[in-house]
């Protein structure tokens, strides 16, 4: 979380009660999320949730049956929806031209032409560190590299609101840091961006704020620090590691607040400090011996666990 | 065993959930069978596979008029005297004379016709080659089939409706060549005639007319080597062309491939949806309308240059007359281009896979070009067919480049194929934008 930048006041996106059906299926069922000018608004959910249909529906590639929009304070129309920058989950990149020109179709789609294109597309190759290879055929390139061409494509036309699906899914760990210093560098200029992941360190790291969806619904929104406050309180996860399997009059003793399994032992507690001593007390008492204990403050996947009933990655 | 019957069992699974191998193993050569013998296997049913033939009578005499009537009574002939009365017409239309008829045949209107010059009667043939009246045929080449068949059948008419000519010829001939006949020989002849005519006219009223029932008989020119008739055969279109049936199989194999091209590169639509790229466009400035136009315009260019590859190639190496058809070749070929275009983005707008595309192209190009002409020329069809196969625009593609290449039909005279091929183009273009509805958001 970064809070060294200024992010304004202005939404410049609202969505209000969006809603999609595919015949029986809900896909969004009343969806409602604002982004503010340079805030980076993370979008987490399980697989299905609706992540994607949102994005599309955002980006008007999706047609919502109900609810309303607003692009840069107006009501979304074409224009506005073309003033939007989209990186989808798919790499939607021309695998048989080179990176220069695939920057070059996107750009002259998005209206780019002359000294403008030639600037877009020099800029796109250098924030995606490809100037070397902008010569070659992208379907050659590593999944990192094509990943970044794909970033590159959504937002040659220098877009305010960005909207990146899943941007760093599949690539290696050094890719996936490239991947970041170039979402760093747009965070710098200020851009807007809903950032979809799968990933709860990237939301961790990235988002100002982060909305969590379900079943079509976003049912949390906030600071990482905000959900976990509303949703887990201040508790502490207490892991022990025993020397053998944990008494099962030990496990009725703590109840609810604590699971069992085998020789390890985890509790959720209020006061760490107290509650350590207590269980160290209660172990020694039954004759069980300790290999390892750890403390762990509550994580925004212990939210999203308590939220969804499910992993992110489910 | 129980392997190869587990492999056995995997290759049906396989084939059950591949709707394209069941279309390409089952549908397609029961669909290829089913045309081939349309067009080749009912030559010999009453009213298929007529010859169109005009036929002019110069003579006017008993015996032109005689086989004039036998050769109409022919099965495998459609002997026309005059063109056929429009609607509403009152008065009897006009016979032909040799003029109009060798305008018909230039115009494509029939591949051969028949003058009867005057003074066939006099001599309607010859067992030696040189005092029979000629007839003359002209013929549009082309069509190479109709002018050996109206040769043979005119050669068996003579045989089998003049008997009575036949003999008289054949005495002079041994008159002249054996000697001399007895005056009792000649007395015999003239009586055996004389029965021989009455015979004939009594056959002729009881039979309706009908001086010749056999159809299956073929042209027996060969038993008398030049023939007894002696024909003339004027080739009014290829005469001066040095390699004449190049364009049209340049043609044929061009708009064939010009299919397959079509579908296969319109198919860069689904390979977008899969990519996302499609999505991806569609969110930019570019809307579906525009994104099909700019597929159409790839696609003509592609099915042009595929053209005029195909035709230098034939003017280089097969001395194909291009240089001075220019102007009718560009026109042909931007027409059919857009046609083929049209058509290659229906097929990709209709289907939701490459390999749904891949089968249905397959399937759908293989019989157009078949029933279109590409593949056999369309006056090998039945009439009938013939007529109905130019509900598919390929055969119009066709018959414009012969128009331009081998009748060498002013530019003037190539609307209607024009016409038809911009006609069909639009109307595919605007049955591929409903299809694309699907891809804009949904």
């Excluded at chain 1, 979402?183 to 709860?200: C, F, K, P, Q, W």
Aim: with cysteine; charged share 20%.
């Amino acid at each position: 979380m970064v809070g060294s930048r200024s992010v304004s006041t202005q939404w410049v996106v609202e969505a209000v009660g969006l809603r999609k059906l595919y015949g029986s299926l809900v896909a969004l069922d009343g969806v409602s999320l604002q982004l503010r000018e340079g805030e980076i608004l993370g979008l987490l959910g399980p697989n299905g949730a609706g992540k994607t249909t949102l994005v599309r529906s955002l980006v008007g590639r999706v047609k919502p049956d109900a609810g309303e929009l607003k692009l840069f304070g107006v009501e979304a129309g074409e224009r506005e929806q073309q003033r939007l920058g989209w990186v989808p989950q798919e790499l939607a990149i021309y695998p048989k031209l080179t990176a220069r020109d695939n920057l070059s179709a996107f750009g002259r789609y998005q209206g780019l032409q002359g000294a403008a294109l030639e600037a877009a597309i020099a800029r796109g190759l250098q924030w995606a560190s490809l100037q070397d290879r902008a010569g070659d055929i992208a379907g050659t390139f590593s999944g990192g590299m094509k990943r970044r061409l794909n970033l590159a494509a959504g937002v040659i036309h220098q877009p305010r609101v960005v909207l990146m699906d899943e941007p760093t899914v599949g690539v290696d760990p050094q890719s996936r840091d490239h991947i970041f210093t170039m979402i760093e560098a747009l965070r710098t200029e200020g851009v807007s961006i809903i950032y979809t992941t799968h990933y709860l360190e990237e939301a961790e790291r990235f988002c100002d704020r982060i909305a969590v969806i379900d079943h079509g619904k976003v049912i949390a929104e906030g600071t990482k620090d905000e959900l976990v406050r509303r949703y887990l309180g201040a508790m502490t996860r207490i892991t022990i590691t025993c020397g053998e399997d944990v008494p099962a009059q030990i496990a009725e003793r703590l109840g609810a607040s604590a699971s069992v399994s085998g020789n390890l032992l985890q509790v959720t507690a209020v006061d760490p400090a107290h509650d350590v001593g207590n269980l160290l007390t209660m172990l020694r008492d039954a004759g069980v011996g300790v290999r390892d204990l750890a403390l762990k403050a509550p994580s925004l996947e212990d939210v999203f666990l308590h939220l969804t009933g499910r992993g992110l990655r489910e | 065993m129980r392997y190869i019957l587990a492999i056995l069992r995997t290759a049906l699974l396989n084939l059950k959930h591949d709707k394209g191998a069941m279309i390409m193993s089952f549908i397609l050569p029961v669909a290829f069978f089913s045309i081939f013998a349309l067009i080749f296997g009912r030559s010999d049913r009453e009213g298929t596979a007529k010859i169109p033939v005009i036929a002019v009578d110069e003579d006017r005499s008993e015996s032109s008029q005689r086989f004039l009537k036998a050769l109409q009574a022919e099965t495998s002939l459609d002997v026309r005297l005059a063109p056929e009365k429009a609607d509403g017409e009152k008065s009897a239309p006009t016979l032909y004379r040799a003029a109009t008829a060798e305008e018909a045949v230039r115009g494509g209107k029939v591949s051969v016709a028949l003058i009867i010059p005057q003074g066939f009667g006099a001599a309607p043939m010859s067992f030696t080659g040189g005092s029979g009246k000629r007839l003359t045929v002209l013929a549009d080449k082309s069509d190479p089939i109709a002018p050996q068949m109206l040769n043979g059948m005119l050669q068996k008419t003579m045989m089998t409706a003049m008997p009575e000519d036949m003999i008289q010829s054949g005495g002079a001939a041994m008159d002249k060549f054996a000697g001399g006949l007895t005056p009792q020989q000649k007395t015999m002849m003239s009586q055996g005639l004389a029965a021989l005519h009455a015979r004939q006219n009594a056959a002729s009223n009881a039979a309706g007319g009908s001086a010749s029932t056999d159809s299956s008989a073929n042209g027996s020119g060969g038993a008398f080597a030049g023939g007894l008739v002696q024909v003339d055969t004027k080739d009014l279109l290829g005469e001066k062309k040095t390699s004449p049936m190049i364009a049209f199989y340049a043609a044929g194999v061009g708009v064939m491939f010009m299919l397959f091209t079509a579908s296969g590169a319109g198919g860069t639509l689904l390979d977008e949806q899969d990519s996302g790229t499609l999505d991806r466009v569609l969110s930019s400035k570019v809307t579906m309308t525009t994104l099909l136009l700019g597929k159409l315009t790839y696609l003509v260019m592609l099915g042009l240059t595929q053209m005029i590859v195909m035709f230098v190639w034939g003017a280089l190496v097969f001395h194909l007359d291009l240089w001075t058809h220019l102007p009718g070749f560009f026109i042909m070929a931007i027409c059919t281009a857009l046609a083929t275009s049209s058509y290659g983005l229906i097929l990709a707008t209709a289907c939701h896979t490459r390999a749904q595309l891949a089968s249905f192209s397959t399937l759908i190009t293989l019989i157009i070009s078949a029933v279109g002409g590409s593949m056999f020329p369309r006056f090998l069809m039945p009439a009938e067919m013939q007529k109905w196969s130019l509900v598919f625009f390929n055969s119009w593609a066709l018959d414009g480049f012969r128009n331009v290449f081998w009748r060498e039909l002013p530019l003037s005279q190539l609307w209607p194929q024009v016409g038809a091929l911009l006609g069909f183009a639009l109307l595919f273009l605007v049955i591929a934008r409903q299809l694309a509805r699907r891809w804009e958001s949904a």
